[in-house]
Nanobody, 127 residues
Framework: QVQLVESGGGLVQAGGSLRLSCAAS????????LGWFRQAPGKEREFVAG????????DYADAVKGRFTISSDNAKNTVSLQMSSLKPEDTALYYC????????????????????WGQGTQVTVSS
């Protein structure tokens, strides 16, 4: 069982930055592929960014490419999402997710493929 706890959300003006963090309880954190998703009111939860268990491979949704960066720290059991040039349309509840993964460089992008989820942290971007 893996517990995930997100932090770092808040209110920011358009063009600003925020850094989200997710702390994981997994004993073997490096065995998990990790991801960030977001869900705006009235919309489906959508993929934002993913990182392989090795930490070397990443993927991003087109809407955030060039603005967001996902990273992981196996020593601290954390996965982070650095968000820059924020836009009002980035407003959502952000979730981190984890999946036990055998392949070192595989990135999980589908919501249905993740086994563990955090409770979410709210990001609000004002115009």
């Amino acid at each position: 069982q893996v517990q995930l706890v997100e932090s770092g959300g808040g209110l920011v003006q358009a063009g600003g930055s925020l850094r989200l963090s997710c702390a994981a309880s997994a004993r073997t954190f490096s065995n998990y592929a990790l991801g960030w998703f977001r869900q705006a009111p009235g919309k489906e939860r959508e993929f934002v960014a993913g990182i392989s268990r090795s930490g070397r491979s990443t993927d991003y949704a087109d809407a955030v490419k060039g603005r967001f960066t996902i990273s992981s720290d196996n020593a601290k059991n954390t996965v982070s999402l650095q968000m820059s040039s924020l836009k009002p349309e980035d407003t959502a509840l952000y979730y981190c997710a984890a999946r036990f993964e055998v392949l070192a460089e595989y990135i999980v992008i589908h919501r249905r493929d993740y086994n563990y989820w955090g409770q979410g942290t709210q990001v609000t971007v004002s115009s």
